[in-house]
């Protein structure tokens, strides 16, 4: 499982990330919350090996991070940007197909795990499309069904790393792709997702961690992490929070 040490990160002399200490746990949902500049994607950089620590460790299963090369990584871990560079007008299937690079299963299982991938993104109708030809929101989906079927079907010592997935999407895709990756994590992965909406947060995340500053401010379950008083200092926003009528986790209303 993905753990980190003692975690700092630098850029010239500044200290952008630091006292960062998270072990991400199979079959859970680790929401990363903060306002812009807090350090949330740094952490997920530092998280993929995107970015070396200037002190601490990530820690991969028993082995450091920098340790597990190519394929075999890349079996254990997957990881969403917010934006691709993507610009070939590649079928929407052979978009979602490159998750499976790393594996060796065949082309019958692959083209089946791609399918499943597909219809788990809410995106199985646009099979046969060019890539190019797709709107924002449709091309994130791809991409999240790109990094499902990496690690499809997710189970334990699995984990997939998620930059804010919902940035393009409408309300309802908002939610279908929240849901589809708390089935992913009820297989046995571990998911971190960085966030914007409280309220997504509150319903999908078993976990938050709220960054402020590049600093933990609170990482607890969503009843204790969004609360006024966390919300107001990180924030700098007055909100009442309630308890969902039907659901129960917290609902949080701006003042």
Known sequence: MLRVENLQIRRGRKIVLTDIDLELRAGEVLGV?????????????????????????????????????????????AVLPQASTLDFAFRVEEVVGMGRLPHQTGRIRDAQIIAAALQAADVGHLTGRSYTALSGGERQRVHLARVLAQLWPGEA???????????????????????????????????????????????????????????????DTPQQVLRPE??????????LVQSHPERGHPLIIAR
């Open 157 to 219: 010592g699995q984990t997939l790393l998620l930059d804010e997935p919902t940035s393009m999407l409408d309300p309802l895709h908002q939610h279908t792709t929240l849901q589809s990756i708390r089935e992913f994590a009820d297989h046995g992965a571990a998911v971190l997702v960085i966030l914007h909406d409280l309220n997504l947060a509150a319903r999908y995340c078993d976990r938050i961690l709220l960054l402020e500053n590049g600093r933990p401010h609170a990482l």
């Open 33 to 77: 919350l903060g306002p812009n500049g807090a350090g949330k994607s740094t952490l997920l950089g530092a998280l993929c090996g995107e970015l070396r620590p200037d002190q601490g460790r990530v820690w991969l299963d028993q082995r450091e991070l920098s340790d597990w090369q190519g394929a075999l990584r890349a079996q254990r871990l």
């Open 230 to 239: 966390p919300l107001k200092a990180v924030f700098g926003l007055d909100v």
